[in-house]
Structures are given as C-alpha cells and as structure tokens.
C-alpha cells in the first residue's frame, strides 16, 4: 500500500493541473472543437507521464536503485512543472474569460473561484512547488499546505450556492 500511495501522490500532481486547465478551457463556456485535440494530446501525454513516473517510482522503492531514483527525480520535478504551468494557463485563460464576461453576477460566480484558488492553492504553488523547482529550502511543511487547498472545493460550494455556478440549483 506504500508503494500506492506513493505513486498516487506522483500522478495527482499531473492529472491535477490537467483537470483545472480542462475545467479552465470549458467553463463557463463549453469547448470549441479546436480545443479537443489538444485535451486528447494532454490527456495522452498525462497517461504515458504517469505510467512512466509509476514504474520509475516502483522500481526506485523496490530495488532501492539509484538509476531508478535519479530517473523518479527528474520525472518528479517535471511534473511540478507541468503543474506550475498548468495552474498558470489556466488562470490566465479564466482571468481572460473574466474580461469577457458582461454581467456582475457572472462576474461574481469567477471571483470566488479566483479567491478560492489564491487562498488555496496560492500558498502551495509559492512556499512548495516553485522552491521545489528551484531547488530553495521549504519555508512551510508540504502537509500543512495541502490544508489550505479545501478552500478550492469551499469556494466552489460559495459559488454553486450563492450563484448557481454550473446551473446547479440548491
């Protein structure tokens, strides 16, 4: 289970910044057809990143080889890249649909998602994962990061109750 929960953390980190871009290319509006080719080419790059990060990660554990762990390590600070880009596009695409966007309530429905995503995943993004990159020493223990990203799904609760973000209604 050790070997799970390792790998696990590896591939959140990919689908995780996969997951908002896609939600960052559809709402509030669907996709255009120019936009699937380039989810189908993310989504099979994230497929093959995360096979290939899996089996490194296993076999660095399971045979405690260096080549695997120098392999995990590289593999393992692209995909903190590839979640620093991901969560930059896509707030960039939002802040650009934001611009866009006529009335105040569908203005609103944004900013929350906007407040949710600086308080929650702000912290983490710049005492964790640009450090990481970096290289730089951790001012803050990752756990302790990690909690404030349920201000994402709180936010998003604000909206969907307050604004009936995705038309849901309460």
């Not at 995909?79 to 866009?100: D, H, P, R």
């Amino acid at each position: 289970i050790g070997y799970l929960i390792r790998i696990s953390h590896s591939v959140s980190y990919i689908f995780g910044g996969l997951f908002f871009l896609h939600f960052s290319l559809i709402f509030p509006t669907v996709y255009s057809s120019k936009q699937k080719p380039f989810l189908k080419f993310l989504y099979g790059f994230a497929i093959i990143f995360s096979i290939l990060i899996s089996l490194s990660l296993y076999f660095s554990m399971k045979d405690l080889d260096n080549k695997y762990l120098n392999i995990y390590s590289l593999l393992w600070d692209f995909a903190q890249l590839f979640l620093l880009i991901s969560l930059t596009f896509s707030t960039i695409i939002l802040v650009t649909k934001y611009k866009k966007l006529s009335t105040k309530q569908e203005k609103s429905k944004l900013e929350w998602l906007f407040w949710g995503l600086a308080s929650g995943a702000g912290p983490f993004i710049i005492l964790w994962i640009i450090p990481s990159i970096f290289g730089l020493h951790f001012p803050v223990n990752e756990e302790i990061l990690l909690a404030f990203l349920i201000l994402v799904p709180a936010s998003f609760s604000i909206a969907v109750i307050k604004y009936q973000l995705f038309n849901i209604e309460v």
